[in-house]
T-cell receptor
Framework: TQLLEQSPQFLSIQEGENLTVYCNSS?????LQWYRQEPGEGPVLLVT?????EVKKLKRLTFQFGDARKDSSLHITAAQPGDTGLYLC???????????FGTGTRLKVLA | EPEVTQTPSHQVTQMGQEVILHCVPI?????FYWYRQILGQKVEFLVS????????KSEIFDDQFSVERPDGSNFTLKIRSTKLEDSAMYFC????????????FGPGTRLLVL
């Protein structure tokens, strides 16, 4: 069974601080996505990474896919209250039609 | 920007009743998916659908569940005889291609079984 573990589970930081969220697995994924989910809403896609070692930037967010394609990280620079939410990683294996979701990291940024 | 839409946004039903959840995927997408998220838990894959047939399903997707693409735009999830534990948010997603392709999620239907 494929599992994606995210850490930390909960994170509360002050505005302006930097943070990193991790997504780890013992399985290899052909692609990995990061989502942000607000309460009562569907996950909203932030980024898709497909190449081992790939780094993508989205404004203050930096996403990295591990060289072995088993892990990923999300780094937020100078966090803002608007970054508050549940961050989910989801991985797909080659030859399958489904994404396996991680356990989620709930981020709260205090003003 | 095209998006996946789902109706209804909320559904309350009695245990044992049948429910049908509706989704309109993005128009040029070929792969369709249902996921569910029980309150406080992670998003779980239910089923994927391509070319008018199920491509893959999870162990959650038992005989109580079925999916259908009744016309060129709708994609439905039917739960034949709902149980209390079916209460969850149900998300539809679609993608243009399989595998490395991005899946776009709808806003979800919150199902409450009493």
């Amino acid at each position: 069974t494929q599992l994606l573990e995210q850490s930390p589970q909960f994170l509360s930081i002050q505005e302006g601080e930097n943070l990193t969220v991790y997504c780890n697995s013992s399985s290899v994924f052909s692609s990995l996505q990061w989502y942000r989910q607000e309460p009562g809403e569907g996950p909203v896609l932030l980024v898709t990474v497909v190449t081992g070692g790939e780094v993508k930037k989205l404004k203050r967010l930096t996403f990295q896919f591990g060289d072995a394609r088993k892990d990923s990280s999300l780094h937020i620079t100078a966090a803002q209250p608007g970054d508050t939410g549940l961050y989910l990683c989801a991985g797909a294996s080659s030859g399958t039609y489904k994404y396996i979701f991680g356990t989620g990291t709930r981020l709260k940024v205090l003003a | 920007e095209p998006e996946v839409t789902q109706t209804p946004s909320h559904q309350v039903t009695q245990m044992g009743q049948e429910v049908i959840l509706h989704c309109v995927p993005i128009s040029n997408h070929l792969y369709f998916y249902w996921y569910r998220q029980i309150l406080g838990q992670k998003v779980e894959f239910l089923v994927s659908f391509y070319n008018n047939e199920i491509s893959e399903k999870s162990e959650i997707f038992d005989d109580q569940f079925s999916v259908e693409r009744p016309d060129g735009s709708n994609f439905t999830l039917k739960i034949r005889s709902t149980k209390l534990e079916d209460s969850a948010m149900y998300f539809c997603a679609s993608s243009e291609q399989r595998d490395q392709e991005t899946q776009y999620f709808g806003p979800g239907t919150r199902l409450l079984v009493l």
